[in-house]
Nanobody, 126 residues
Framework: QVQLVESGGGLVQAGGSLRLSCAAFGRSFSTYAMGWFRQAPGKEREFVAGISWNGGRTYYGDYVKGRFTISRDNAKKMVYLQMNSLKPEDTAVYYC???????????????????WGQGTQVTVSS
């Protein structure tokens, strides 16, 4: 089991940058794939980015490719989402998520994540 706590959200102008952080609490963090999702008001939750257990593979939603970068530090039990060139349509609550995969790689764009953080608000003004 793993518990997740996000931080780093806030208000930023269009074109600006933010870095979200997710701290994981629990054992065997390095055997979990990690992801970021977002949910805007009135919309369904959508996949933003995912990273495999060792950081060897990353996945992105089409709408953030080239702008967002996911990374992890297994020694610190941390996952990050660097968001550049932010747009007003990126405004949402961003959630960190985890799923146990062992030392295996899966297509995280289609994978069901099991553990979720409480979310952090990101607001991009035009």
């Amino acid at each position: 089991q793993v518990q997740l706590v996000e931080s780093g959200g806030g208000l930023v102008q269009a074109g600006g940058s933010l870095r979200l952080s997710c701290a994981a609490f629990g054992r065997s963090f390095s055997t979990y794939a990690m992801g970021w999702f977002r949910q805007a008001p009135g919309k369904e939750r959508e996949f933003v980015a995912g990273i495999s257990w060792n950081g060897g593979r990353t996945y992105y939603g089409d709408y953030v490719k080239g702008r967002f970068t996911i990374s992890r530090d297994n020694a610190k039990k941390m996952v990050y989402l660097q968001m550049n060139s932010l747009k007003p349509e990126d405004t949402a609550v961003y959630y960190c998520a985890a799923v146990w995969t062992g030392y295996n790689d899966y297509d995280l764009t289609e994978y069901e994540f099991r553990y979720w953080g409480q979310g952090t608000q990101v607001t991009v003004s035009s």
